[in-house]
């Protein structure tokens, strides 16, 4: 009797091509200095201008520690500023600059980079399914943060 071979996991597939992804854009980052953390943290703070650490940190699915210290590198290189005196306790209220525009403009470009070479590698027909099925998935096939 042969052996069958184990079952393939698709949340397996799902994890290994989203680290290979990820790694594809942190390397497109890189000439910028920023690492996919600090474009997540612009994206939303772009989105919701004004929004605090704890609620950057819940969006990110990161500490507000976590928030802080990401934010305090995009505001040391001028990406972010916050418009509320420091202190402890208080809510800072974070806006996105010019620079944090052009570092955006930048993850486009990174992310349009990997989709360019998932479409090189699948062909177009089979990259539009797979964006497809992959925003079913994500909008209720699994349980989960948003």
Partial sequence: MTAQPPPISTAFLLATLGRRARQN????LQPTGYKLRHLSALGHLSNE???SYSELGRRAGITAQSAQATVRQLEERGAVERRTDPGRGRTAEL???ASGQELLRAGRDA????DAALERALGNQRHQDLTGLLLSALSGALPGKN
């Avoid at 992310?111 to 990997?114: D, N, Q, S």
């Fill in 25 to 28: 854009v942190e390397r497109a």
């Fill in 49 to 51: 201008p004004g929004m």
């Fill in 95 to 97: 806006h996105v600059t």
């Fill in 111 to 114: 992310y349009a980079e990997v």
